[in-house]
């Protein structure tokens, strides 16, 4: 059975002593440093892990009007997995030292694309360490095969006309921190506030005080609680530039409430056009 929401240190180790060891890919990142994930990846990372940035490699063409981190097209990001190696038929687990915010990322790209097998170290590379794992310099490079065929998405989106249309009628979660969500500050985007009608979940109240994800009849009783008895069509997530929103579709999945779309735009391409309505306050 392959791995497809998280995964946790010891099953890791299991399962890279195995005849299909996983591919690793660390997605280490800093917003305020770019440079400084990659760089950490140099400094010790898992044994065997890649490294995918996430301007260059899980993020396409910036236009100052679709956010922050737009998504990259489907053809450009089946030829990054192509170049790492990954077929539609290798286990992916990704891992970052950031409490999965980045992970999710490429763990919700892989989805969109197709591709089942994707997994989250729990923990990162902080939880890898205190099970006894090594750490490594060493840089692998990858097997590189024809980009990742076309494939039916597992996860889906939904884009800003379609959510200004929607409003009301569908329940949006916002991963932000309070205080950008409430527009108390914005540092990184146009404007503060939120999409009229978001609720607030910031993606850090996913994890345990070890920064591993709550159990996943917590995170179940979280979301219910937040959201009623979410459906698919009815849930979209969002964050300030589509990053950090995966992280609560991927606690979601892991809690047994798939489905739920994204707004990979989210706060950064919303605010970047005035007039899209806004909301602040709580």
Same mark, same amino acid.
């Given at each position: 059975m392959p791995f497809t929401?998280?995964?946790?240190?010891?099953?890791?180790r299991a399962a890279l002593g195995g005849a299909n060891a996983p591919l690793l890919v660390d997605t280490s990142f800093d917003l305020a440093d770019v440079d400084a994930g990659e760089s950490s990846w140099r400094a010790g990372h898992l044994p065997g892990a890649i490294y995918l940035h996430l301007d260059r490699d899980l993020c396409g063409a910036k236009t100052g009007r679709n956010g922050r981190h737009p998504l990259p097209t489907r053809a450009a990001f089946a030829a990054t997995l192509g170049r790492c190696g990954?077929? @539609?038929?290798?286990?992916v687990v990704a891992f970052d030292r950031q409490g999965g915010m980045y992970a999710a990322r490429l763990w919700w790209m892989l989805r969109w694309i197709g591709h089942g097998a994707a997994a989250v170290l729990d923990g990162g590379l902080n939880a890898w360490t205190a099970a006894g794992g090594a750490l490594t310099t060493d840089a692998p490079a990858p097997a590189a095969a024809a980009p990742? @065929?076309?494939?039916? @998405?597992?996860?889906?989106? /939904?884009?800003?006309? /379609?959510?200004?249309?929607?409003?009301?009628?569908?329940?949006?979660?916002?991963?932000?921190a309070g205080e950008r969500f409430r527009g108390e500050v914005e540092p990184l985007d146009a404007s503060a506030g939120h999409i009229p009608g978001a609720l607030n979940r910031f993606f850090k109240d996913n994890l345990a005080a070890d920064g591993r994800f709550k159990p996943a009849s917590q995170l179940r009783a979280d979301f219910t609680g937040l959201l009623g008895t979410p459906t698919a069509a009815e849930t979209v997530h969002q964050c300030g530039s589509g990053v950090t929103a995966c992280h609560n579709l991927l606690a979601m999945e892991h809690a047994g409430l798939p489905g739920a779309l994204l707004y990979p735009g989210s706060w950064s391409e919303w605010a970047s056009d005035p007039a899209r309505p806004v909301a602040r306050g709580g």
């Open positions: 929401t998280l995964i946790c240190a010891d099953e890791l990954i077929a @539609p038929t290798t286990q990742y @065929p076309e494939r039916a @998405p597992l996860a889906g989106t /939904m884009d800003a006309d /379609m959510l200004l249309a929607a409003l009301g009628r569908v329940r949006l979660l916002d991963a932000r």
